[in-house]
């Protein structure tokens, strides 16, 4: 069966279809950052894989504190990172207080402060806080066989009841991807995205 599965996914994605998966508000930590929240010589705990390799949910929580609001129980993703990141929805900000810009992730400079709390001490950090910009994780194989390269812009068909074009959708290469699109929630609720979804990309 899973064999069939795979065979199906990559008759799709040759066809142009790619999976579409909702990333939520969540928090990337350096490793000083991960001491300083839960204890001295504390690590993260993985709870779950996630589509790409190597990355895992936490079984650690944080509470992201906005001049204007709070997100307690906020998820931490691994493993830990040269710099701490937080990642929003335009939603999110404007509960938390915040003018946050939109980016790829690690396009820090100039970004939104916010402080983050765990059960061991806060931290502020000057900046971190960014909305994501829509983007593909697009493995280099994949990329040569439909020439493609990392930092190209395309456009997404979303295939649900409430269908939309999201446009100006970053592509980023790398051997380490798993094929997949990543939007943020307030993206999927405009779109009624649940559950399974496929996007079709246009060039």
Known sequence: MQDIVSAVLLAMENSGFVQVEVSARHVH???PDVAKLFGEGATLTPVRELSQPGQFLCEERVTVIGPKG????TAVLGPERSRTQIELS???TFALGITAPIRDSGDLEGSADIIIEGPKGQVTISQGAIIAKRHIHVPATFANKHGLKDGDIVDVEVFTD???VLKEVLLR???QYNY???IDVDEANAANVSGFTLGRVIK
């Open 70 to 73: 709070k997100f307690p129980n």
């Open 29 to 31: 930590l350096s490793a």
């Open 162 to 164: 409430r269908p939309v």
């Open 173 to 175: 290469v790398s051997d």
């Open 90 to 92: 335009r939603g999110d």
């Open 180 to 182: 997949r699109m990543h």
